[in-house]
């Protein structure tokens, strides 16, 4: 059997750890980088990850990985920031929402925590998107 074929048999689960709240409520008027905007949202944790919070703090920086489920999963090329005058790419050379796994991965700033929700600013995703996880920035 081909090593690559046994690989891609294997099903992966990832569950949401929690979702983000956002102002932004259309795909095409999201910042195209959220770290090149100062938009505020909100990372809502489930309360079962409560042990993993610990240790963040305001003035953090973090990177949160979540799920673009608004994304076409069968776009392999792309305008860049869809400025058509540019030349097409493929999307694995682009941060398009818009690829076969659309995982998406940005830094921001935490501004407060309060309970299960970390204000932070930097945000880039819809509102409602599955949040994945979040890692140290530094």
């Known amino acids: 059997m081909d090593p690559l074929e046994e690989i891609t048999g294997r099903q992966l689960t990832i569950k949401p750890i929690g979702y983000i709240r956002s102002p932004i409520t259309v795909k095409d008027l ?26 963040l703090e305001p003035g953090q920086k973090i990177l949160i990985l979540y799920w673009m489920d608004k994304a076409e999963r069968d776009t392999l090329q792309v305008h860049p920031r869809r400025d058509y005058s540019r030349p097409i790419r ?13 995982i998406a991965i940005d830094t921001v ?30």
Do not use: H, W
């Open 109 to 138: 700033e935490i501004l407060e925590i309060n309970g299960m929700v970390l204000k932070v600013r930097g945000i880039d995703a819809l509102d409602q998107t599955p949040l994945v996880d979040i890692k140290n920035a530094v």
């Open 30 to 55: 999201a910042p195209k980088m959220g770290s090149e905007e100062s938009v505020i949202g909100e990372l809502v944790i489930d309360s079962s990850y409560a042990d993993a919070l610990v240790g």
């Open 90 to 102: 493929g999307v694995f050379s682009t941060r398009s929402p818009d690829r076969p796994n659309p």
